[in-house]
């Protein structure tokens, strides 16, 4: 397969005195190459500025987002589970030893999202209205979409990124079994491609008064 099979890129034969540097520079010299200059300490003050999660001084903080209206948000994250060929049938045909494998991933997903904040240091704990997950079962893996709404002040991609982890990693101690083999590792199981699919906000229609 294509992931297996990748190939490694052309040999380098590189001369390894290039690679090693300059014989004459002295291996002594530690100095910082951006100690004096100003252009390197804007950026490093001016990257920190745009961080949210952290103050002028480089210390990590919540958000305020007391100011912020009340939005209707909705975020969607997917992410995949590489499994055996017989691992999938096993699980198609609820042969898994330890029960319904989608069922308990479906829970697990859904209480990660609603602990989100609990996991993540600077999240808002923020009121969960909808949470749907679906599980796409192929010849070789899983993909699960998790989408997550709420009402609120701030998004809900993080909560619907822990329900697409926690998820998929249900569905791994839920197989394991199946997929260690002789010697207890998991050569073809694999997480990966997590991602924010979609993030939306809507803004709430104010009654009259």
């Known amino acids: 397969m ?8 052309p040999a380098d034969h590189s ?33 920190r500025s745009e961080l949210t999660h952290t103050d002028e001084g480089g210390n990590v903080q919540m958000v305020d987002v007391g100011a912020k209206p009340d939005t209707a948000r909705r975020a969607e994250a997917r992410g995949v589970i590489r499994l055996s060929e017989s691992t999938i049938d096993a699980i198609g045909g609820d042969e898994i030893e330890k029960g319904d494998v989608l069922a308990t991933a479906r829970v697990g997903a859904v209480q990660a999202v609603k602990h989100t904040w ?34 609120g ?25 199946a997929e260690k083999d002789d010697d207890g590792q998991y050569p073809d199981t694999s997480i990966r491609d997590v991602e924010v699919v979609t993030k939306e906000k809507q803004t709430l229609e104010t009654p009259d008064q």
């Not at 014989?23 to 390197?40: G, L, R, V, Y």
């Not at 991609?157 to 249900?170: D, K």
């Open 2 to 9: 294509t992931e297996k099979g990748r190939p490694t890129g």
């Open 15 to 47: 001369d390894p005195a290039e690679a090693a540097g300059d014989a004459d520079a002295d291996p002594a010299d530690h100095s910082n190459p951006d100690e004096d200059d100003p252009e390197a300490e804007t950026y490093r003050t001016s990257s």
């Open 118 to 151: 609990e996991t993540i240091p600077m999240c808002h704990q923020i009121p969960i209205t909808n949470v749907d997950t679906e599980f796409d079962v192929r010849d070789d893996r899983v993909v699960l979409t998790v989408g997550v709404e709420t009402t």
């Open 153 to 177: 002040k701030t998004g809900c991609e993080m909560e619907a990124l822990e329900g697409v982890t926690t998820g998929l990693n249900v569905v791994w101690d839920m197989v394991k079994a």
